[in-house]
């Protein structure tokens, strides 16, 4: 098995690069990929399909239907090892759509569809009373804005609590928020299936949207920073969302056979 590995901003992939048509991973083969002690590590694995599609696992096996960070590494992956042109189309196969991509030399966009939002939502997580923002960008999630300092908040704990929080039955990403300035605002991020994460690019689309969408800030280019750096989110007048960030090739990785044997893989 060859995978090649990315980051974008700390959110790292590893990418399938030999599926031989397979449609779909084992869930406990991805979460053994993903295991950063007994595996290879990572925050997710990306399948390659049919017609330049892209299955999205998180590292818990489970399959997210869009990743913002994950498209923009598969963009960059198929310019890299598939002979692909830089503006190019993924497809989704969970959600049946495609989205569009374009890979520059100092970094990926990608089309992040319309920002819906489902209504705001008051929970509680440890004892705290939140007013959390819902943002549907193709997968969910849930904004929640502070004035505080986000390091002084327990954010990882509302987060574990409300991506599985009964409002959510089919879970949900978490995003806790503060507006830094007129175009910029800070996050820090609970990925569904993942947990704490370094940057999102999905969550990020959906920190902007709710920001514009509440009145926080107006519409446009909106810098969202994360402890692994910072993603640019363009918010359209009809909703619509464009994400745009580096993208690094880390290495190409040999899984052992030995190692995939012990996960029950054998060679065909």
């Not at 998180?58 to 830089?86: M, T, W």
Request: aromatic share 4%; glycine share 12%.
């Amino acid at each position: 098995m060859r995978l090649q590995r990315y980051h974008g901003l700390g959110n790292d992939y590893l990418v399938l690069q030999e599926p031989d048509g397979l449609e779909a991973l084992d869930p406990g083969l991805v979460k053994a990929l993903c295991d950063r002690h007994t595996g290879v590590g990572g925050d997710g694995v990306l399948l390659p399909t049919a017609g330049g599609g892209v299955r999205i696992y998180n590292p818990d096996g489970s399959q997210a239907e869009k990743s913002g960070n994950g498209l923009r590494i598969f963009a960059q992956y198929r310019v890299d090892h598939c002979g692909a042109p830089r503006s190019l189309e993924l497809g989704l196969p969970l959600l049946g759509t495609t989205v569009r991509a374009r890979v520059d030399e100092d970094g990926v966009t990608v089309a992040m569809g319309i920002a819906r939002f489902p209504g705001p939502v008051s929970l509680d997580a440890a004892g705290d009373t939140l007013a959390a923002i819902r943002v549907d960008v193709g997968n969910p999630h849930c904004v929640i804005f502070q004035d505080a300092e986000l390091d002084a908040l327990p954010w990882r704990t509302w987060g574990r609590l409300l991506e599985v929080h009964p409002h959510f039955p089919d879970r949900t990403n978490v995003q806790v928020a503060r507006v830094l300035g007129p175009d910029r605002v800070a996050a820090r991020i609970w990925e569904r299936g993942a947990g704490e994460t370094a940057s999102s690019g999905s969550s990020s689309s959906a920190v902007a949207a709710a920001a514009v969408h509440t009145g926080r800030l107006a519409r446009g280019r909106i810098a969202v920073v994360m402890p692994g750096g910072t993603l640019h989110v363009d918010v359209g007048a009809d909703w619509e969302l464009s994400l745009r960030g580096p993208v690094a090739h880390v290495a190409t990785i040999e899984v052992s056979s030995s190692w995939l044997a012990a996960q029950g893989v054998r060679k065909h």
